[in-house]
């Protein structure tokens, strides 16, 4: 059973940062591309970025500069630290895992970031 447990998300202003992270229950963490998606209210979930088994990444357009993602294979854990958040920014956000011989998806339950004065 694989599970994905997201922390880090809350309540920042215009500018500020945050960093989340995503733990995996996964026996071969490296067997698993990994990402990050949002979904703000009324809008589809939407790929912020993805970090597949050989680390190589890639941003949406409109986080490109601004967000890092990053996993730590001892910690079974993937990052994302965001700076210069803005208001467009505010969204449930949500770990995924993709087993690329399995084909299957996995999902976390989500954490809510909001960019607000």
């Known amino acids: 059973q694989v599970q994905l447990v997201e922390s880090g998300g809350g309540l920042v202003q215009p500018g500020g940062s945050l960093n989340l992270s995503c733990v995996a229950s996964i026996t071969i963490f490296s067997s698993f591309d990994l990402g990050w998606y949002r979904q703000a209210p009324g809008k589809q979930r939407e790929l912020v970025a993805r970090i597949a088994r050989n680390s190589s990444t890639i941003y949406a357009d409109s986080v490109k500069g601004r967000f890092t993602v990053s996993r730590d294979y001892a910690k079974k854990t993937m990052y994302l630290q965001m700076n210069s958040l803005k208001p467009d920014d505010t969204a449930v956000y949500y770990c995924?895992?993709?087993?690329?011989?399995?084909?299957?998806?996995?999902w976390g339950q989500g954490t809510q970031v909001t960019v607000s004065t």
């Open positions: 995924n895992a993709y087993h690329h011989i399995r084909a299957t998806t996995y």
